[in-house]
C-alpha cells in the first residue's frame, strides 16, 4: 500500500520551471530522503504535498485519494499530513505543552485533559517533559525544532513531511533532532525528508532521491544513490558536498 | 540570596572579583566623563530655558497676560465646574474606547479576509476606512451632530452626547482599524503555514494564532490612539456637550478671563502625561521582547 503517490507534478513560479514531470511513490512505513543542492526544488515538493503550494499539472494521492483537486477540503488533507520546517515555526505565544495540544483540541476535538496526557507522553519519551510549560524563546535551536516535530506528530498523521529541519542549528544540535527522526522511523511512520545530511539520509533512507532542477536524476536504496552513484549529476553533487565536510 | 553566600552566575561560579589596576583607572576616566556630561546638560538647559522664560516674561504684554491667563485664584474658583466637565471626557473616552475596539475589530478582520463570500463587505470596509481617514473630526462631528436630527427620522436620539460620541467612534475606528491590520499583516507568513499545516482553517488560524501575536504588538500604537482619544472629546464641546472645554468657555466668557481654559489644560495634562509615559514604557518593553525573540 502507497502513502503517498506523485505523478508527472510540475510547479513553476513565474519564469522559473521549479519541478519538471516528477514523480515519487512513497510505501507505507517507509522513509523517502530528498538530497540535491539548494533550489533543487525539494522544499517546494514538500510545500506542495502539503497543499501550501498550487501545483500547475500532474497530480497528488494520499492513501490512493486525489488531494490535488481542487474540491478537496485541504483542511481535511491536512489533518493526515504532518510537517516540519527549516525554521521550527513554534507559535511563540504559546507554551511547549500549547504549541502541542492546539490541533488536537481545536482540529481533532480531543478534550484538552486528554490532549494534555497525549502531549505529555510525548514529551517525556523525547526528554522535554521539563519543558511543557516554557515558552519557545526559552528553548535552545534544538529543543525547538524537537517540539515543532512533536507537535506534528501528536496528530498522529499519515505522513510526516520535514523540510530541512537541522538546516537552522547549531552543528551540536542537530543530533539530538535527528534521533528523534530515527525513534519515528523506527515506530514505523511514513515519511519524506529533505536533507542535507549525508550520514543521516543513509542511516534512515529506505530510497534516496537525487534532485536537480526540479527532476529526480537518480533513485534507489541510500548504498546506491550515496555510496555509489551512478549519474555524473549525482557524483559531481555528492563530490560538493564532501568537499564541504558534510559526508 | 542572603548576604554571607557571595552573588553566582548561572553555572554556580562566584561573580565576586578583585578588579584590576587598569580596570580601576578606566573606572575613574569613565566617572570624570559622566560628571563633564553633566554638567554640559545642566549649563545648557539653565541657558536656553532660562532666556526663554526671560523673553516671555520681559515681554511688553506680558503683564496683561498674566492676569487674563494665569489668574490663579479664579482658576481655582472654577476648577470645580472645569474638572466635573473632564468627568464627561473621560466617561465619553471610556465607552467610546470600546466601541471603537469592536467596531475597529471588524473592520480590520473583514480587509484582511480572504473569503469570497465576503467580498461585498471587504469593499465597503475600505471605503469605510478611506473616507473616515479622509475627512477631519470635526466635520464629521458637525455633519452627525446637526445632520441627524434634521433628519427627524423617529425613535432616533437628539441627545448631542450621544451623537458626539458616534462621530467620535466612526472616525477613529477607521484609524484604530489600520492599526490592527497592519498588526496582522506584520506577523511572519511562516506562522500561518505552520497552523494551517497542522490543519487548522483559515479562522481558526487567525484566532488563535495570528490575532493573539497580532495585537500584543499593536498595543503601543493603540495607547497612544487612547491620549489622542481623549483630547479630541473635546471636541464635542462644539455640539454643546458640557464637558470640560466646554466649562471653561463658559466660566471665561462671563468674566472675559481666560485662566479656565489654563485650567482645563492642566487636568487634561494630569491624565495624559501618565498615560503618555506608560505607552512608552510599554513600547521600550515590547521592543525589548522583539529583539530578543529575533535573537533566540
Not at chain 1, 504559546?94 to 492546539?102: G, P, Y
Not at chain 2, 480590520?108 to 480572504?114: I, Q
Request: hydrophobic share 45%; glycine share 6%.
Amino acid at each position: 500500500m502507497n502513502v503517498l503517490e506523485v505523478k508527472n507534478l510540475r510547479k513553476t513560479f513565474e519564469d522559473n520551471l521549479v519541478l519538471n514531470d516528477l514523480s515519487l511513490t512513497v510505501p507505507d512505513h517507509t522513509a523517502t530522503v530528498l538530497i540535491g543542492a539548494s533550489g533543487s526544488g525539494k522544499s517546494t515538493l514538500l510545500r506542495c504535498i502539503n497543499l501550501l503550494d498550487t501545483i500547475d499539472d500532474g497530480s497528488i494521492y494520499l492513501d490512493g485519494k486525489e488531494i490535488s483537486d481542487p474540491e478537496i477540503n485541504v483542511d481535511e488533507v491536512r489533518r493526515n499530513l504532518g510537517m516540519v520546517f527549516q525554521s521550527f515555526n513554534l507559535f511563540p505565544h504559546m507554551s511547549v505543552l500549547e504549541n502541542i495540544t492546539l490541533s488536537p483540541i481545536r482540529v481533532h476535538k480531543i478534550s484538552k485533559a486528554q490532549a494534555r496526557d497525549q502531549a505529555m507522553t510525548l514529551l517525556r519519551r523525547f526528554d522535554l517533559a521539563d519543558k511543557a510549560d516554557q515558552y519557545p524563546d526559552r528553548l535552545s535551536g534544538g529543543q525547538q525544532q524537537r517540539v515543532a516535530i512533536i507537535r506534528s506528530i501528536a496528530v498522529k498523521p499519515r505522513l510526516l513531511l520535514l523540510d530541512e529541519v537541522t538546516s537552522a542549528l547549531d552543528p551540536v544540535l542537530v543530533n539530538e533532532v535527528l534521533s528523534i527522526v530515527r525513534d519515528l522511523k523506527a515506530d514505523g511512520m511514513a515519511m519524506v525528508l529533505a536533507t542535507h545530511e549525508m550520514g543521516f539520509a543513509t542511516q534512515v533512507a529506505d530510497e534516496v532521491c537525487f534532485l536537480k532542477d526540479g527532476n529526480i536524476i537518480e533513485r534507489g536504496p541510500a548504498s546506491q544513490v550515496i555510496s555509489a552513484p551512478q549519474q555524473d549529476e549525482t557524483k559531481d553533487f555528492l563530490r560538493r558536498v564532501h568537499e564541504a565536510g558534510r559526508l | 540570596m542572603s548576604n554571607d553566600s557571595p552573588a553566582r552566575d548561572n553555572s554556580g561560579r562566584a561573580l565576586s572579583w578583585v578588579p584590576s589596576e587598569r580596570e580601576l583607572e578606566r573606572q575613574a576616566s569613565r566617572k570624570a566623563i559622566s560628571r563633564k556630561k553633566a554638567l554640559i546638560a545642566t549649563v545648557s538647559s539653565v541657558l536656553v530655558i532660562g532666556s526663554l522664560v526671560r523673553l516671555v516674561i520681559t515681554s511688553p504684554g506680558w503683564k496683561s497676560v498674566k492676569e487674563t491667563f494665569f489668574d490663579v485664584s479664579y482658576g481655582s474658583d472654577v476648577l470645580g465646574v472645569v474638572a466635573k466637565g473632564l468627568v464627561v471626557n473621560i466617561r465619553l473616552t471610556i465607552i467610546a474606547a470600546i466601541l471603537i475596539g469592536i467596531f475597529a475589530m471588524v473592520l480590520a478582520l473583514l480587509r484582511t479576509s480572504r473569503s469570497a463570500a465576503l467580498t461585498p463587505f471587504r469593499f465597503m470596509a475600505t471605503a469605510y476606512v478611506d473616507i473616515f481617514r479622509g475627512v477631519p473630526l470635526l466635520l464629521v462631528i458637525l455633519l452627525i451632530g446637526f445632520g441627524v436630527p434634521a433628519l427627524r427620522i423617529e425613535g432616533l436620539t437628539n441627545s448631542v452626547l450621544i451623537l458626539g460620541t458616534t462621530a467620535v467612534v466612526l472616525t477613529y475606528s477607521a484609524y484604530v482599524a489600520e492599526v490592527i491590520r497592519s498588526g496582522i499583516l506584520s506577523i511572519h507568513p511562516s506562522q500561518r503555514a505552520a497552523a494551517r499545516s497542522l490543519g487548522l482553517s483559515g479562522p481558526q488560524t487567525m484566532r488563535h494564532v495570528v490575532l493573539p501575536q497580532a495585537l500584543k504588538r499593536v498595543v503601543p500604537p493603540l495607547l497612544n490612539d487612547l491620549v489622542a482619544l481623549l483630547k479630541d472629546t473635546g471636541l464635542v464641546s462644539i455640539l454643546g456637550v458640557t464637558d470640560a472645554v466646554r466649562a471653561a468657555q463658559i466660566a471665561s466668557s462671563r468674566t472675559f478671563n481666560y485662566t479656565p481654559y489654563v485650567t482645563a489644560a492642566i487636568l487634561f495634562l494630569l491624565i495624559t502625561i501618565p498615560l503618555t509615559r506608560y505607552t512608552d514604557r510599554v513600547l521600550a518593553k515590547s521592543i525589548d521582547r522583539q529583539n530578543a525573540q529575533g535573537a533566540a
